[in-house]
């Protein structure tokens, strides 16, 4: 799926799930295994 592809209407349709995969992910960052989150950040 190319960005190009991406209309502006399906971008505002997706905000709110990517805003919540982004909430789960702070929580589980501060739930529990920060070392394997700097890991990836470095590649």
Do not use: A, W
């Not at 589980?28 to 920060?34: C, D, E, M, N, S």
Request: hydrophobic content about 40%; proline content about 5%.
């Amino acid at each position: 799926m190319s960005v190009i592809g991406i209309s502006s209407s399906t971008i505002n349709n997706m905000m709110p799930y990517l805003e919540y995969f982004v909430q789960s992910m702070q929580i589980k960052l501060l739930r529990g295994t920060p070392v394997s989150i700097v890991q990836i950040d470095k590649h």
